[in-house]
């Protein structure tokens, strides 16, 4: 058997690199951040968390939360570098009182043809007190020169929804913080101004927030609505237990068009691996007496097949609908 001459052996990635031939300053300065879409269900309208900034640039503007990405304490004294994921759910834990563990999502093994493309960096989770259900995924990453006056600044955003989420507290340099409705009916994004309660807010459309969050809120609405259709994260706007109706009207309120009643609870009972039947009812029956409701939990699917189109065109919420 004739020998084979070997090749030349391949460098171990970085091992031959010399910090002392590297200037940094040879290149503009870059910043890093990362904004937050924090989506939650309260009492029965889409909400998304606000902060108002105390500083400039923007100052007194409403904006996303969100922050440099920056060290973190290690041992002995030293710093370590926080990761993107990390810097996204400090981000939630400064404004919302939620107490971050470490993620256990699993990426699926494929997604349908025809679906949209997503980041590559997979769902996780944070729980906080009273181990309520966050999601926590990226969204995107945002770079347009000139978004930041500073300078240039790339911001990689998350998006988080959950159910009823806490009252959350201005941390960081924020001035105040809420939960401000979203009016979704149209099927696009605004603000419901006329049940913002006692907090002065003075946007009414996402293009009046700071930087280019409009645009990162607009992105993170639409995915909401997206992957609804095709993975059951429409659980994770409501409890561990939930009904039919609950579930719909997270579908509706997401959507901002209600899907047909009937096609839509037998569409989501048929779709294997998404809801998992309790054995238990509801305490009473509905509003006008009648049946108690059938408890459902979120089965163990990760995406769901056939998935559940949302309604279009003016006769949304017909016989033809999901």
């Given at each position: 058997?004739?020998?084979?001459?070997?090749?030349?052996?391949?460098?171990?990635?970085?091992?031959?690199?010399?910090?002392?031939?590297?200037?940094?300053?040879?290149?503009?300065?870059?910043?890093?951040?990362?904004?937050?879409?924090?989506?939650?269900?309260?009492?029965?309208?889409?909400?998304?968390?606000?902060?108002?900034?105390?500083?400039?640039?923007?100052?007194?503007?409403?904006a996303l939360p969100g922050g440099f990405v920056r060290p973190r304490p290690g041992g002995a004294g030293h710093s370590l570098?926080?990761?993107?994921?990390?810097?996204?759910?400090?981000?939630?834990?400064?404004?919302?009182?939620?107490?971050?563990?470490?993620?256990?999502?699993?990426?699926?093994?494929?997604?349908?043809?025809?679906?949209?493309?997503?980041?590559?960096?997979?769902?996780?989770?944070?729980?906080?007190?009273?181990?309520?259900?966050?999601?926590?995924?990226?969204?995107?990453?945002?770079?347009?020169?000139?978004?930041?006056?500073?300078?240039?600044?790339?911001?990689?955003?998350?998006?988080?929804?959950?159910?009823?989420?806490?009252?959350?507290?201005?941390?960081?340099?924020?001035?105040?913080?809420?939960?401000?409705?979203?009016?979704?009916?149209?099927?696009?994004?605004?603000?419901?101004?006329?049940?913002?309660?006692?907090?002065?807010?003075?946007?009414?459309?996402?293009?009046?927030?700071?930087?280019?969050?409009?645009?990162?809120?607009?992105?993170?609405?639409?995915?909401?609505?997206?992957?609804?259709?095709?993975?059951?994260?429409?659980?994770?706007?409501?409890?561990?237990?939930?009904?039919?109706?609950?579930?719909?009207?997270?579908?509706?309120?997401?959507?901002?068009?209600?899907?047909?009643?009937?096609?839509?609870?037998?569409?989501?009972?048929?779709?294997?691996?998404?809801?998992?039947?309790?054995?238990?009812?509801?305490?009473?029956?509905?509003?006008?007496?009648?049946?108690?409701?059938?408890?459902?939990?979120?089965?163990?699917?990760?995406?769901?097949?056939?998935?559940?189109?949302?309604?279009?065109?003016?006769?949304?919420?017909?016989?033809?609908?999901?």
């Amino acid at each position: 058997m004739p020998e084979v001459e070997a090749g030349p052996t391949r460098p171990r990635a970085g091992g031959g690199y010399d910090p002392s031939t590297y200037d940094p300053r040879a290149f503009d300065p870059v910043a890093v951040t990362v904004d937050v879409v924090a989506l939650t269900m309260r009492e029965r309208r889409l909400h998304v968390l606000l902060v108002r900034r105390g500083e400039e640039p923007f100052a007194g503007r409403w904006a996303l939360p969100g922050g440099f990405v920056r060290p973190r304490p290690g041992g002995a004294g030293h710093s370590l570098e926080e990761d993107l994921p990390e810097a996204a759910a400090r981000e939630l834990v400064e404004e919302t009182g939620l107490t971050a563990v470490e993620a256990d999502a699993r990426p699926p093994d494929g997604l349908p043809d025809g679906l949209p493309d997503e980041p590559p960096d997979e769902p996780g989770a944070v729980r906080p007190a009273g181990s309520t259900r966050v999601h926590l995924e990226q969204l995107g990453t945002y770079g347009t020169p000139g978004r930041d006056p500073r300078m240039r600044v790339i911001s990689v955003a998350y998006l988080a929804f959950a159910p009823d989420l806490p009252d959350p507290t201005a941390g960081g340099d924020a001035a105040a913080a809420a939960w401000l409705p979203l009016a979704t009916g149209s099927g696009g994004v605004a603000f419901d101004t006329s049940v913002v309660g006692d907090v002065a807010f003075d946007a009414v459309l996402p293009g009046d927030l700071a930087f280019d969050h409009g645009r990162i809120l607009a992105d993170g609405v639409e995915r909401a609505r997206s992957k609804i259709e095709y993975t059951p994260l429409a659980t994770a706007f409501v409890g561990e237990q939930f009904t039919i109706t609950e579930l719909r009207e997270v579908y509706t309120t997401v959507w901002g068009r209600p899907p047909h009643a009937a096609n839509f609870h037998r569409k989501v009972l048929s779709v294997p691996g998404f809801l998992e039947d309790t054995g238990t009812t509801t305490e009473r029956g509905g509003s006008r007496g009648g049946r108690r409701a059938r408890l459902y939990r979120a089965g163990p699917a990760k995406l769901l097949y056939p998935a559940l189109l949302r309604p279009s065109g003016p006769e949304a919420g017909g016989a033809g609908d999901a």
